[in-house]
């Protein structure tokens, strides 16, 4: 397929992104790493009459831990979140995360924000974003702002992003003493998208769970965090049984999505499965 026609610019920071971004209002979208945009265009699902690529702008491209969080530019692609020295020793997870996207050449070009803001429902990142408790920075008509992870989904391809705002930063906290995190996915054959994937935090201290948090994409219109089985973890120890227990109809089917890669049903499943082997791996990780 063969798009519409679109002009193109290329915008030299934030800043002038924000400004076309303005003056074109609807009719304008970011180009960064094409993945999903482009597709959606030659589908005609999108027909921007503008595309501004915000692929030059440096600013976006830096991997840096301070303060205790794990800072990603939102141009950061998932290849670089794969291989990246820094993200491993702060934020293993989310190496093992980024390696699992689509194929090589999805993974060289697609960026953590282009992912985080197209929010796309069997994306792997948001599963991330919810159990890890990462911020969202984003920088629009009236200035810079930091959204909660757990309020940037909020529907089927929507986000918390306002109209003009650019991502510019996705931060994670790094992982302290007995934290550890894992996420484990059932992938798609053919795409390689999330049937359902799920991202497991925990910290524990002597044997007991002092919190919990599942992040679940891919089965709903848009990730969730799985609140329930959470709080029936936190306080006891993370062995099988517990936590076999505690995932237990951890999504209702009526919730759930349903299309030729698997039913509500069959997703409700996946989601004890992939939690629970996550949970595991995470439990034995944090010691
Ligand atoms: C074959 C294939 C397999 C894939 N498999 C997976 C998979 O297994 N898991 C997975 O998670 N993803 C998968 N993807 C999606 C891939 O990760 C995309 O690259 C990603 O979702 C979008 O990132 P992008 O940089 O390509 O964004 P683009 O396609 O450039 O943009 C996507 C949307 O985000 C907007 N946008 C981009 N950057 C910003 C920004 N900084 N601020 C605000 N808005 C912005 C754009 O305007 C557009 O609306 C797959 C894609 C393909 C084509």
């Given at each position: 397929?063969i ?31 094409g ?15 503008l595309?501004?690529d ?16 794990l ?27 980024a ?27 948001p ?9 969202i ?45 894992a ?5 798609n ?5 999330a ?35 959470e ?6 120890p ?12 951890l999504?209702d089917p ?17 989601c004890?499965?992939?939690a ?9 990780h944090?010691g």
């Amino acid at each position: 397929m063969i798009p519409n026609t679109f002009d193109y610019a290329r915008a030299g920071s934030v800043s002038e992104a924000v400004s076309l971004l303005q003056q074109h209002g609807d009719d304008a979208k970011l180009l960064a790493g094409g993945h999903s945009l482009i597709p959606a265009m030659k589908l005609r699902l999108s027909a921007p009459a503008l595309l501004i690529d915000v692929t030059g702008i440096d600013a976006l491209k830096e991997i840096s831990a301070s303060d205790g969080r794990l800072h990603l530019g939102a141009l950061v692609t998932h290849r670089q979140v794969e291989h990246s020295d820094v993200v491993r020793a702060k934020c293993r997870v989310l190496s093992q995360a980024a390696a699992l996207i689509g194929d090589p050449q999805v993974r060289n070009r697609g960026t953590i924000g282009g992912s985080l803001a197209h929010a796309d429902p069997s994306a792997d990142y948001p599963a991330l974003v919810l159990a890890l408790n990462a911020q969202i920075e984003a920088t629009g008509p009236n200035g810079s702002r930091t959204i909660a992870g757990e309020d940037f989904f909020t529907g089927l391809f929507e986000t918390a992003l306002e109209e003009g705002e650019v991502i510019t930063k996705v931060s994670f906290p790094v992982l302290g003493e007995g934290e550890a995190a894992a996420y484990q996915k059932f992938a798609n054959a053919a795409s390689r998208y999330a049937l359902v994937g799920v991202a497991a935090w925990v910290k524990m201290s002597g044997g007991t769970a002092e919190a919990v948090r599942l992040g679940v994409t891919g089965a709903a219109p848009s990730a969730f965090r799985a609140t329930s089985a959470e709080q029936a973890l936190q306080g006891g120890p993370l062995d099988e049984d517990t936590i076999a227990d505690a995932v237990r109809d951890l999504a209702d089917p009526n919730e759930l999505m349903s299309d030729l890669g698997g039913s509500a049903s069959y997703r409700a499943h996946l989601c004890e499965v992939m939690a629970k082997r996550a949970l595991l791996k995470a439990a034995k990780h944090a010691g």
